[in-house]
């Protein structure tokens, strides 16, 4: 397939920690097609010039671009992880609507539209990724960009009936449309997307399963997202988790990694675990929770709140279940090298993913490809996580229901070593099999189909 790739994302990938499993997909072919990826700089200035600036990445070429202090507030900060972020995650509740803030996010989109307009191709691929982007396909196409547009939602999409509290719901579909292909998690995302436009004047669900919107025709289609397995793997073999949070040989170890944000239910997953240190029974193993959560928009007042709230719970949970030489919760407020987080996996008993709302959940997939094959851990997993469509094999919860998940740990810690690797197999075997490698690949030939077929129409 000939044509550059185009990627687009909020952020450039930068210097520094390892390149994380997107960028190291997206490379190879970013690199043989002479492709460029598009994003923000990082920097913020007063004037950011209608200009990008060229960054040489590892084979291929980044263009960049600042953000004003206004850009940051309203679009970033703002609509984008104020107001489409919570509501994707069902909490339209603490949406945060400011009047100007959508017309900031929209003339970002704008902007970089336009500035990539005047350096895209006819037969470039341009694949845009999340929320932060939702309308650039439709500001491309009003520049004139006629190429194949795909998008990859990162996050869940809201119910009808969630998307009622978005000021600017009837844009949505409109927005969706001006792309070729728009990508999602899960089979459940792709049914509230087709919920949407089922309840839509004017829009058709074609017999090849396309949907039709005005003169616009495109596929609404599930790609769930992997990690590279067998990277995660081979650093958990090398690093020794164990010995680097020092526990002692007879103790359990629980470990739990997210970014610190409301919709990843730490709140009740820390509640549940002081449940099951209460009711312990007097010879089960003591066990100890890792919950390493770095800090992630900080600056929303929602994420404050959550982390106030987080260090509250584990005080009291540590305060009133200590020994003099232990503490049963340790909380890691800062972001960890992949190589030392893929090692503190494999040297956890149990992997604690419990989100009210994800789109995926990349932690899921990263504890099972680090476990031990022959003595490993148990994944208990929320039935709200993207990954549970793949991973039924995981212990399912409910995040909402303390005791449950409570229970789920004690089952977890009485589970049979045969049963665990019965369970452990499954999950690897998808895993491994659907890592991200495949994802990219999978993607783009949907992409390459599509632009064949519209070569094919406009031939004929
Ligand atoms: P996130 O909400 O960021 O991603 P997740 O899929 O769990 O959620 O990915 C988090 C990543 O950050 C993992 O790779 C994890 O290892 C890493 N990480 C977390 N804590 C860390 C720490 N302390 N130090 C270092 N690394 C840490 C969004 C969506 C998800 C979706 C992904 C990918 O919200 O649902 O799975 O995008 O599409």
Avoid at 411 to 421: D, K, V
């Amino acid at each position: 397939m000939t044509g550059r790739l185009v990627v687009v994302s909020n952020r450039v990938p930068s210097d520094g920690p390892p390149a994380g499993g997107l960028v190291v997909a997206l490379h190879d072919c970013l690199r043989d097609s002479g492709g460029v990826w598009f994003g923000t700089s990082g920097q913020i200035t007063e004037d950011a010039p209608d200009r990008l600036a060229t960054v040489e990445g590892d084979g291929y070429t980044m263009r960049t671009f600042d953000l004003t202090p206004q850009e940051q507030t309203g679009y970033y900060l703002g609509y984008a992880n104020s107001v489409l972020w919570p509501l994707c995650h069902r909490r339209a509740d603490l949406m945060d609507l400011h009047a100007g803030d959508y017309d900031t996010y929209i003339g970002v989109n704008r902007r970089l539209a336009k500035m990539m307009a005047a350096e895209l191709r006819a037969d470039d691929r341009i694949w845009i990724h999340d929320y932060h982007f939702l309308p650039l396909a439709a500001c491309l196409r009003a520049e004139g960009v006629t190429a194949t547009i795909g998008y990859f939602h990162h996050i869940p999409f809201p119910s009808t009936h969630d998307l009622m509290a978005l000021p600017e719901r009837d844009l949505v579909p409109g927005w969706m449309a001006a792309f070729d292909l728009f990508g999602l998690q899960t089979q459940r995302d792709v049914a509230a997307a087709l919920e949407m436009f089922r309840s839509l004047n004017g829009a058709e669900q074609l017999r090849d399963g396309s949907i039709k919107l005005r003169d616009r025709r495109f596929q609404v289609r599930s790609f769930p997202i992997g990690i590279d397995a067998h990277a995660f793997a081979r650093d958990a073999v090398e690093a020794d988790g164990r010995s680097r949070v020092n526990v002692s040989p007879d103790e359990r170890l629980v470990i739990g990694v997210d970014r610190l944000d409301y919709s990843k239910g730490l709140d009740n997953r820390l509640r549940a675990f002081g449940q099951f240190l209460e009711k312990r029974v007097e010879d089960a193993p003591k066990a100890s929770l890792l919950q390493i959560a770095p800090p992630t928009r900080e600056d929303v007042p929602a994420y404050a709140r959550i982390r106030d709230e987080l260090e509250r719970v584990t005080g009291a949970l540590n305060g009133k279940h200590s020994d003099l030489d232990w503490t049963p919760i340790r909380y890691i407020h800062r972001a960890v090298p992949r190589e030392v987080l893929a090692g503190l996996y494999r040297a956890a008993d149990v992997g604690l993913v419990t989100p009210f709302c994800d789109g995926m959940n990349l932690v899921a997939k990263e504890y099972v490809a680090a476990q031990n094959p022959d003595n490993p851990g148990v994944l208990i997993l929320s039935q709200f996580a993207g990954a549970v469509e793949q991973m039924p094999a995981a212990l399912i919860v409910n995040p909402y229901d303390i005791g449950e998940m409570a229970a789920a740990l004690h089952q977890a810690f009485a589970m049979p070593l045969e049963e665990r690797r019965e369970r452990h197999e499954i999950l690897a075997r998808g895993v491994f099999r659907n890592d991200v490698a495949k994802w990219t690949q999978t993607y783009l030939d949907a992409m390459a189909r599509i632009t064949r077929a519209a070569q094919e129409l406009a031939e004929s």
